[in-house]
């Protein structure tokens, strides 16, 4: 296909790269195999790339280099480099699906990228996956601008789900003050407190966000046991609990 011949990397096994590009609802409707596959082994391959290039070419800490990998990419990242290189146009949904949906498109990128690695190597599939990526590393970049979707982002790291549940509202119709925990798969992680739903998600996961990285180690969100000594971090619409855990 033309947005991987420009890069000089021809494909032979062109229902495989079909396969890459197809989201289960085409291939519900076909009977045939969607991406979801080819998207495992494409995200352990970019990851390991990104990685790589990250530990050779920084002098950043173990922790500061899963921040800065994770924002390069995330979902919001993937989908910019699928727009540079042609990608979106090749994709295939089925009825009532667009095919420019942000994780579609993000899936996708990961799945073309295995299908490289599956025919040509690990070499080949990092140059391509860095040729796109480093100018925008040397640019420094930002593909994520609010403290929501940088939580969401965090938390997807680690294949895990961050929800939001509101336990409580108060005052008039008009005027009322909404209290939100934020749980990641199940385990509450803040409190937040707002007179709208965006405004109480918004504050609850800018305080949030930053305490990702201190509440977990390395680039692994880890499940904590022992909790002990706990602290509060509190400021005028968010407490955010934070424990001193043993793994």
Not at 187 to 214: D, H, N, Q, W
């Amino acid at each position: 296909m033309n947005f991987l011949e420009k890069y000089g990397i021809v494909i032979k096994n062109e229902e495989l790269l079909k396969t890459a590009l197809t989201h289960s609802s085409k291939a519900n409707e076909e009977r045939s195999k969607s991406y979801e596959r080819l998207e495992f082994l494409g995200d352990a391959v970019l990851e390991l790339a990104t990685s790589e290039y990250f530990y050779l070419h920084s002098n950043l800490k173990e922790g500061d280099m899963s921040k800065t990998r994770a924002s390069y990419v995330c979902e919001n990242a993937l989908f910019e480099y699928s727009k540079q290189i042609g990608l979106i146009d090749y994709i295939r949904t089925g009825n009532g699906v667009p095919k420019d949906t942000v994780s579609i498109v993000a899936d996708c990128f990961e799945s073309v990228l295995a299908v490289i690695f599956l025919e040509h190597g690990f070499s080949v599939a990092k140059r391509f996956a860095l040729g796109i990526i480093v100018p925008y590393i040397e640019t420094n970049h930002e593909f994520i601008h609010d403290s929501k979707s940088y939580l969401q982002e965090m938390v997807q790291m680690d294949k895990k789900t961050v929800t939001y549940e509101v336990i409580s509202e108060s005052g008039p119709a008009h005027d009322k003050t909404f209290v939100v925990h934020v749980l990641v798969d199940g385990l509450v992680f803040g409190i937040g407190t707002g007179k709208s739903k965006k405004e109480r998600g918004c504050s609850l996961s800018s305080m949030t966000a930053p305490f990702f990285f201190y509440l977990f180690t390395g680039d692994s969100i880890k499940p904590k046991k022992n909790l002990k000594n706990q602290k509060v971090f509190v400021n005028s619409t968010c407490i955010i609990r934070r424990s001193m855990l043993q793994y």
